[in-house]
């Protein structure tokens, strides 16, 4: 159903501000205020080791922001920052500033439980609990302490998700039982049952033959109205297809210790990106010369 | 069937590089024969065991087999029975369910998702997985120093309260190692999507690990079931009698009182006279692997029921 989708579209308006070089630096270029992220300076280390340093970017609402860019530059890291999954990893530590909306996510007041309800997360590989489809949309309305009957808010989610069709008939069955493009639809639903604000994704398609990410592309387009996406992505097609904005990391070999460190290269409109990459590397990657 | 074409002008494969090899493939063949001999080894081992038990024990099993089960201990080979032993396993069962599974089950989930992964930590580790390597003969010194002697205001002394402790201090090891292993194969996909959704830790651990567990979990329990009925050594230490006489007996005394259990009935059997007590220690070993068996297949239905709950 994705085959038709009008082709990448580039849009031949350039932006006003584009014009302008001196904005060039300027990491919001274009986001409509007031931006739902704000990253300053954001450096992750695990241990000693700096995955990624010193990302600025701003990230629009209602917007689909692409992170592209070859393995190991870090993209997935920075974007695990954003709901604190990286929280998660005992040797992990940020420094520099992320803000959503005017809050500081990395303030020591700030409850990462009460972030990753606002900020949902769908995995690279889809990741259904062992339950029933019914009961893997209500989990995360249940842990947040919603009583009673959940029909209804199954029902929407399934229907956000654009999976409802496929399992109205057979809710109270296995999850595991879908196919992998159903079951990260269902990751999908499960997500947005929570009604969060930003939903943060980790190349979502990876593991979904082409139908399955058609499927997922289409998805993203409309939850665009509804939500603020962010999207890891190693297919510069997808986050040419979907993206507003797209984000071009790289990993570069440190001079003094050899190790490979990621950094962002570029950031601007996918359509300029994709056009008329200001950077060398960012061009090299999406006309596939290395990565 | 024919080689015809063994190779074609085009330069493509011959059908005879593509046919089975004809020379045999020794090396190969040798290998998997000694695999088969270790299996077959193996079986025939076990089988030797259970053929001769149960042809051991037939004799006293065939003629008398209600009376063997629900007799006390006698002087009297005819009389002789094993329910004391029966009772003193069952109790020992229920003890070390009590207290070794939830305390080694805590352990476990502490040391796999709260600890810090660090020196302390990891010698923790090294440490339970030694204790359960030390002879049990050393457990049943411990035992009786501490549970018989130091506790005996509570366990009775010599009772079955000290034996149940003693040998749930013996499975302890085996339930932290096996319940730490089983919830460290939850794949971490399963706490992520939980995490991701807002779930706090004890919420992950309750809603997804656990229940993703519990079937690692409940194996490693049975083994340790097993293990627990079938020692006879720290039961030997910790003073299980050889023979004892049920008179009247109130409520506490079934648990503070003199108490045997069944290996320790094998061991008496087997130390009496055998041209009077031939078979009676086969019979009751018949009876302890009946029993092993037992639990074995409540856990195995109750660990189907799980897995099938949870839809894999």
């Known amino acids: 159903m994705s085959t038709e989708t009008e082709a990448p579209t580039i849009k031949t308006e350039i932006p006003t501000d584009g014009q302008t070089a001196a904005s060039d630096e300027l990491p919001s270029k274009g986001v409509a205020s007031p931006p739902v992220f704000t990253a300053r300076d954001l450096t992750v280390y695990y241990g000693d080791f700096r995955a990624v340093g010193d990302v600025n970017l701003d990230i629009g609402e209602r917007e689909i922001t692409a992170f592209i860019g070859p393995s190991g530059c870090g993209k997935s890291t920075i ?15 940020i420094e520099g500033s992320l803000l959503y909306h005017d809050i500081d996510l990395y303030d020591p007041e700030v409850d990462p439980v009460a972030v990753r309800r606002r900020i949902g997360m769908v995995f690279q590989k889809p990741n259904p609990f062992p339950k029933s489809i019914y009961d893997n949309v209500a989990y995360g309305p249940r842990i947040a302490g919603v009583k009673g009957s959940m029909d209804d808010l199954v ?3 399934l229907i956000g998700a654009g999976l409802w069709a496929e399992v109205k008939d057979r809710l109270g069955s296995s999850a595991l039982g879908l196919s992998g493009g159903q079951q990260q639809r269902l990751c999908i639903a499960r997500a947005i049952a929570v009604s969060p604000d930003v939903l943060l994704m980790d190349e979502p398609c990876s593991a979904l033959d082409p139908i399955a990410t058609g499927t997922i592309e289409e998805l993203m387009k409309e939850m665009k109205n509804e939500y603020t996406i962010v999207i890891v ?3 510069m097609q997808q986050a040419a297809r979907v993206s507003d904005r797209t984000a071009f990391f790289t990993a570069e070999a440190d001079e ?4 490979r460190r990621g950094k962002l290269v570029e950031y601007d409109e996918t359509s300029l990106i994709f056009s008329n990459p ?3 590397r960012t061009e090299a990657y999406i006309t ?4 | 069937m024919s080689n015809t074409a063994k190779t074609s002008a085009t330069g493509r494969p011959s059908l005879g590089s593509l046919q089975k090899r004809r ?3 020794v090396k190969g063949q040798v290998f998997l024969g000694l695999l088969l001999l270790a299996v077959g080894l193996a079986v025939a081992m076990v089988l030797a065991v259970l053929f001769s038990v149960i042809v051991d024990g037939l004799d006293v099993l065939g003629s008398r087999l209600w009376s063997f089960l629900s007799n006390p201990s006698s002087s009297d080979p005819e009389k002789a029975g094993v329910v004391q032993g029966i009772r003193g396993s069952l109790l020992i069962a229920a003890i070390v369910s009590v207290v070794a599974f939830p305390i080694g089950i805590g352990a476990a989930i502490y040391l796999e998702e709260y600890a810090e992964d660090n020196t302390f930590t990891r010698l923790i580790e090294v440490a339970v997985r030694n204790l359960a390597g030390v002879p049990s003969i050393v457990y049943g010194l411990l035992g009786l120093a501490v549970f018989v002697q130091s506790l005996r205001g509570i366990t009775g002394g010599s009772s079955v309260i000290s034996g149940g402790l003693t040998l749930s201090l013996l499975v302890l090891p085996i339930v932290i190692i096996t319940a730490s292993e089983a919830i460290r194969a939850v794949p971490s996909s399963l706490s992520d999507g939980a995490y991701g959704l807002g779930a706090t830790q004890w919420e992950v651990i309750r809603t997804q690990i656990l229940p993703a567990a519990l079937p690692g979990i409940l194996t490693g329990a049975v083994l340790s079931i097993a ?7 720290p039961l030997l230490v910790v003073g299980a009698a050889a023979f004892y006489t049920t008179g009247f007996q109130g409520f506490l005394d079934q648990f503070q009182g003199a108490f045997t259990a069944l290996p320790m009935n094998v061991a008496n059997f087997a130390k009496l006279p055998a041209d009077n007590w031939a078979g009676h220690a086969a019979a009751a070993s018949v009876v302890v692997l009946v029993v092993v068996f037992f639990i074995n297949l409540v856990a195995i239905i109750a660990r189907a029921r799980i897995t099938k709950k949870l839809g894999r």
């Open chain 1, 79 to 93: 974007l695990r920052c954003f709901n604190r999954m990286n929280d998660l990893i005992d040797i992990a530590r």
């Open chain 2, 227 to 233: 293990r627990a009925l079938g020692e006879a050594a």
């Open chain 2, 23 to 25: 020379t045999a493939d």
């Open chain 1, 155 to 157: 029902e929407e989610s």
């Open chain 1, 278 to 280: 200001n950077d060398d």
């Open chain 1, 256 to 259: 003094a210790t050899g190790q």
């Open chain 1, 233 to 235: 992505t190693h297919n």
């Open chain 1, 288 to 291: 596939g010369r290395f990565g």
